[in-house]
């Protein structure tokens, strides 16, 4: 899911395999630092509350 996310946004994530590897801890790491929060190249609470505003806004904007 968060692969997913991080390219749906445009993050190099490489393959959408499921696992955490360099490239999706360098995209969660870009995301964390684009949107001011702690860069931990790992998924914490405060990146997935902010991952969940992004997927929450873009389901409200595809409302007709």
Sequence with gaps: EVQKFLKLY???VGNVDGKLG??????????QRENDLKVSRFVDYSTWQRM?????????????
Excluded: C, L, Q
């Excluded at 360099?22 to 995301?31: C, L, Q, V, W, Y």
């Design 52 to 64: 969940h505003v992004f997927e929450a806004a873009v389901s409200i904007s595809k409302k007709p």
């Design 22 to 31: 360099g490239n999706t801890r360098s995209a969660i790491a870009a995301f």
């Design 10 to 12: 445009g993050y190099n």
